[in-house]
């Protein structure tokens, strides 16, 4: 197998925004991982206008790194800054992870191995996994269901099989067809208003008539940090992928969301009378999705007013 895995080049590129502390963890994976990759293997990391030491941290991480380079993307938005590195990357599949999580060793190679073993395949998912840090395993524990709604972890099991999504914490696109499709919409992940930036580009890779699939042998670990297990964070996420799922193209009419938010109140009203919080929980975060594509439709329909 160490021949065939040899025979594919790959990029892997990583967009970053003022973590500078938790990306030369990342990092250190990363290290590990390159050190047992098969190949031909270039890196791509981005700085998305860091306002902290993050340049810093990259500058000297790509300096260490025979494979790797860096950019300076300073207009907000995490599309924009890897949409800088694809228009570079060297490689025929382009991984993607992100600053936030734990590579397992063998993540490079089992993303080129399944690429090469399943020449049809366009795209892969990979396996997201928590990594509950410090502090927040009470919480996990007592709603990981709940929690699990607005945390990108992803797993379908032990066995590949066809999917419709991928996360960017942990997939890989074939490079022409990631460059065929457009790569990532500029309107949407993070530094915009709304998320769904992953999940509009697998969209549009199917829409294109290509294939994903789903890798568990391609493994990250997914923070799960204390600060993101509470209301306001849940909130504020799940307003933004409603907002995102409407620039995506794909939330309900202004009537479903109507509908969907009055039955999503009225069960958050039930459940909070009858102390139910995992369904409150989930009530909040249905609201909080069609709140969010209501006004995404909002600033949508404002833009189009003449001045």
Known sequence: ????????????????????????????????????????VDVWLVDNGSTDDT?????????????AQSLYVPEPGKSRA???AIARARGEVILFTDDDVTLDPGWVNAMREFFL????????????????????????????????????IFDLGERP?????????????????L???????VALGPGTAGFYDDLDLARRIRLAGYEIRYSPAAVVYHDVPLDRLNNRYFWERGVGLGM???????????????????????????AA???????????????????????ARTNAWWRKQPA
């Not at 099989?161 to 067809?177: H, I, L, T």
Request: aromatic share 6%.
């Open 1 to 40: 197998m160490a021949e065939l895995v040899g025979e594919l080049g790959v990029s892997v590129i990583v967009a970053t925004r003022n973590r500078a502390a938790r990306l030369e963890q990342m990092l250190g994976s990363l290290k590990v991982a390159l050190d047992e990759a098969r190949g031909p």
């Open 55 to 67: 340049r810093r941290v990259i500058e000297s991480w790509c300096a260490s790194v025979l494979q």
């Open 82 to 84: 890897l949409n800088a």
């Open 117 to 152: 073993l399943n020449p049809e395949v366009a795209a892969v998912a990979g396996r997201i996994l928590p990594l509950v840090t410090a502090g927040s395993e009470k919480l996990w524990a007592f709603g990981a269901g709940v929690w699990r709604l607005v945390l990108p």
């Open 161 to 177: 099989r066809p999917c419709v999504d991928m996360y960017g914490a942990n997939m890989a696109v074939r490079a022409q067809v």
């Open 179 to 185: 460059r065929a499709v457009g790569g990532f919409d």
């Open 244 to 270: 995102g799922a409407y620039r995506a193209d794909m939330g309900r009419s202004l009537l479903g969301d109507c509908c969907a938010l009055a039955e999503a109140s009225a069960s958050w009203v039930g």
């Open 273 to 295: 009378l009858l102390g139910r919080r995992e369904k409150k929980m989930r009530s909040l975060f249905r609201i909080a999705r069609h709140w969010g594509a209501l006004r």
